[in-house]
């Protein structure tokens, strides 16, 4: 019987299996253009994880949001770091939304001033909403209605919430809209929280989040931990409450910097490659991490150069630090004959993870191809999720399988777990996408410590930043060095993983729909190489 058992747990394993196939990783490191293994080879050891590092411990406990003193002190240390190392910056100057919002200070207690402490910055970092005001000197107190979802009308009837303080499960806007606008409460809490950040067995985690900026109606928000939340209910189940909240915030409206970092390309300084970090938002790895990360690529590039090892690039390489999306907006849109002349980008965001922590892999988020328009099994989507993608991005190019085959060139020297997954969008690349320029994320997920308070330094690994900073090096020099005679190596890797690719959905029955759609695909990505022929 147990053996009959046993027999069937295995069939049952190989169904499934059979069921999930490996993910897509043909051995491309094998066919790596020699250029590109020279790169690899003289990077590698010149990535200093130490000087991540001290980026990250320097900029991970501070709130970062686009126009703040943390923000701009966090840009200001990388600038005198890169320039130490004698690397020319300068900062664009790029108009924004953002209110420059900065947490100082945030308390909600139980009941009175001196009631039990149920959310705090001490305590939980960053439970305040962004665009939250501050309250009067010594905070206020106000009634705690509770309205369980609070995402549509009928959750307030026959509740007062005007001046109170409103419970919810629901999303900042919806409820906030709904209590605040429309009904005049003081404030908002808010439960949610995704799935992934396990909230049933990690008590004292939340999500960070913003409120509308209503300078009319200057108000505040909180994120609720499950245990903050459950203390809040308890209190609630013994008759009515009210809570007293201090909010200490400022807003910093001036103009928001881009720090800009450039390789200045020898014999074709017009063409560019471009590196994005952005450095808003309050973790350690989302994402301190990519501010350090980029930086210790522009020192392993800085050293080559410096030494000789590496000839300086033909084409100029570009790296930016600034506010997520606006940043990469603003200099597409500031010069249309400089992005027309653009190689390539890669978005560096989420590339420290110790994944024994966070769970998750190291991912490389692809460009669009069949795989964003046609789920495949050996190319699964991220947690983060799929977006409906704009069928004219689907446009053939090196760029995927180049970068893919340096990461397995990493993995084969370091044992380094590398994955890809179809485009979802969310990241700089998005940017330079739809600009039409040939672009890529690198990440990690589900990072099950994604944008939440817990997102902190001990959660980030210096080994990891030290792959993705010569993985980005690496690719990066080889296409800002790269010239006619690396065009046919490069088709070669990639009509290899053209070849892979076909026998993989072969081997899956794709219907001829999709092998049409990668056959159209690949013939643009191996014409697409001639791109670097320019470089003599
Ligand atoms: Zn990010």
Redesign the pocket.
């Known amino acids: 019987m147990r053996f009959a058992a046993f027999v069937l747990v295995i069939a049952g394993t190989a169904a499934l299996a059979a069921q999930t196939p490996a993910p897509f990783l043909p051995p491309l490191d094998r066919v790596l253009p020699e250029r590109a293994e020279t790169i690899y080879r003289a990077i590698a050891p010149r990535v200093e994880t130490r000087a991540a590092m001290d980026v990250v411990t320097a900029i991970a406990p501070l709130w970062r949001l686009a126009g703040n003193p943390a923000f701009d002190r966090s840009l200001e240390l990388v600038e005198a770091r890169l320039r130490a190392a004698g690397i020319a910056t300068r900062y664009d100057t790029i108009s924004s939304t953002s209110q420059g919002w900065e947490m100082r200070d945030a308390a909600l207690r139980l009941d009175g001033p001196a009631g039990e402490i149920v959310l705090s910055m001490a305590q939980d970092r960053v439970p305040l909403a962004i665009n939250s005001f501050p309250t009067p000197p010594g905070g206020l107190t106000a009634r705690l209605i509770d309205v369980g979802s609070g995402t549509a009308p009928a959750h307030y009837e026959g509740r007062d919430v005007a001046g109170a303080v409103v419970l919810a499960d629901g999303p900042f806007g919806n409820v906030w809209n709904l209590a605040v606008k429309v009904r005049g409460a003081a404030g908002v809490i808010s439960t949610q929280i995704a799935g992934y950040t396990q909230p049933t067995t990690t008590p004292g985690v939340l999500q960070w989040g913003a409120i509308p900026y209503a300078a009319e109606r200057p108000t505040f928000g909180f994120k609720a931990t499950p245990r903050a939340a459950r203390r809040l209910r308890e209190r609630l189940a013994a008759g009515p409450a009210s809570v007293h909240v201090t909010a200490d915030t400022a807003f910093h409206r001036r103009p928001v910097r881009t720090l800009v970092a450039e390789f200045p390309g020898t014999r074709l300084p017009d063409e560019r490659v471009v590196l994005v970090a952005?450095v808003q938002?309050p973790g350690a790895n989302?994402?301190a991490s990519g501010t350090g990360t980029l930086m210790a690529a522009a020192l392993a590039l800085q050293a080559a150069f410096a030494d000789g090892t590496l000839p300086p690039p033909a084409r100029t390489l570009t790296l930016i630090w600034g506010d997520?999306i606006r940043a990469s907006d603003a200099w597409i849109a500031a010069d249309a004959a400089r992005l027309s002349r653009v190689v390539a980008m890669m978005s560096l965001?989420?590339t420290g993870e110790d994944t024994t922590k966070t769970g998750g892999t190291f991912l490389i988020e692809k460009g669009p191809d069949p795989t964003a328009f046609w789920p495949r099994p050996t190319d699964p989507h991220s947690e983060w999720g799929a977006s409906e993608v704009d069928r004219a991005l689907l446009k053939g190019t090196f760029l995927n399988d180049l970068h893919l085959a340096v990461a397995l060139r990493r993995a084969r020297d370091t044992g380094w777990v590398v994955r890809t997954n179809p485009y979802e969008g969310g990241?700089d690349h998005t940017s330079f996408i739809k600009a039409g320029v040939p672009a890529l994320l690198n990440w990690h997920f589900t990072d099950r410590y994604y944008h939440t308070n817990l997102d902190t330094l001990e959660k980030v690994a210096p080994a990891t930043m030290g792959h993705v900073a010569t993985v980005v090096a690496t690719t990066a020099g080889f296409l800002a060095s790269a010239g006619a005679g690396d065009v046919a190596p490069l088709r070669g890797l990639v009509a290899t993983a053209r070849d892979a690719r076909l026998a993989s959905e072969r081997a899956l029955a794709a219907p001829p729909e999709i092998l049409d759609a990668w056959t159209r695909w690949y013939a643009e990505a191996i014409a697409s190489a001639a791109r670097l022929a320019g470089a003599p």
């Open positions: 952005h938002e989302d994402n997520e965001d989420m990241s």
